[in-house]
């Protein structure tokens, strides 16, 4: 697969609890995993933005890369868990996580208020600014990444 086919996503980093809480101003905790239903979609290689959310400025923050393939999320089957999933079962899981490696910080916050300016150009389908959308794990098209890129 060339560089400029591989997928792209965007990690919404909610801030909520237990593992999704980290920041890339903190970058030895930067690192982790990304919970997703969608996870599977997500390869070693992918680049990832790291979305900030649930703070003063929600905005991508920087970039990590997927480091592992997708499996099973351990905690969807551990009744003491806040992320147990009583219709998860092992032999049909519904929370896979993938391994993500910090790579930088970007010179400045890219706030989402920004991004929806430029709603036009990044395409009708960003998922990232439809109304509503809570999901983790977001594509990105090459297209897309490079323009959020030069927005740094």
């Known amino acids: 697969m060339r560089p400029d086919q591989r997928r792209r996503t965007i990690g919404v980093r909610k801030g909520l ?9 903190a970058p030895d905790k930067a690192g982790g995993s990304v919970r997703s239903t969608d996870a599977t979609a997500m390869q070693p290689g992918d680049g ?3 979305y900030h959310s649930s703070c003063a400025v929600p905005g991508i923050a920087g ?26 079962t092992r032999e049909e899981p519904r929370w896979s996580l993938v391994d993500v490696k910090f ?20 395409g009708e389908g960003f998922a ?4 509503g959308n809570r999901l983790s794990v977001l594509p ?10 030069a927005l740094e």
Do not use: C, M
Not at 140 to 149: G, M, N, R, S, Y
């Open 48 to 50: 990832v933005f790291l």
């Open 128 to 131: 990232l600014i439809q109304r």
């Open 63 to 88: 970039l990590a890369k997927v480091a592992t393939a997708a499996y099973p999320d351990p905690t969807q089957f551990d009744k003491n868990s806040d992320y147990y999933d009583p219709k998860s």
């Open 103 to 122: 790579d930088r910080k970007f010179k400045r916050t890219i706030t989402l208020d920004e991004i929806k300016q430029h709603g036009d150009a990044l």
């Open 140 to 149: 990105v098209t090459a297209a897309q990444w490079k323009f959020l890129l």
């Open 17 to 25: 609890k237990g593992r999704s809480r980290y920041s890339v101003n």
